[in-house]
Nanobody, 124 residues
């Protein structure tokens, strides 16, 4: 069992940056594959990025590749999402997720644990 709490969201102008954090409590954070997803109003929750337990294998949605960077610090039980060159279309609630498997995944159904979400709003 793991509990997840996101932070770092807010309002930013287009072209700006934000850094999201996901703090995990519970056992064996390093055993979990982790991911970031987002959901815009009226849309389905979509994959953003995922990271394997080692922190060295990462995958990104095409829409954020080259602008966002996912990372994790297993010693601090925390995952991050550095978001640069933000666009209005990045506006959404961002969720972190964990799966009971050391490998990451881009599939929502693969994740058993979810945070409550943090709002990111990018103004034009």
């Amino acid at each position: 069992q793991v509990q997840l709490v996101e932070s770092g969201g807010g309002l930013v102008q287009a072209g700006g940056s934000l850094r999201l954090s996901c703090a995990a409590s519970g056992r064996a954070f390093s055993n979990y594959g982790m991911g970031w997803f987002r959901q815009a109003p009226g849309k389905e929750r979509e994959f953003v990025a995922t990271i394997y337990w080692t922190g060295t294998t990462k995958y990104y949605a095409n829409s954020v590749k080259g602008r966002f960077t996912i990372s994790r610090d297993n010693a601090k039980n925390t995952m991050y999402l550095q978001m640069n060159s933000l666009k209005p279309e990045d506006t959404a609630v961002y969720y972190c997720a964990a799966r009971s498997n050391p490998w990451g995944s881009s599939v929502k159904a693969d994740y058993a644990y979810w945070g409550q979400g943090t709002q990111v709003t990018v103004s034009s």
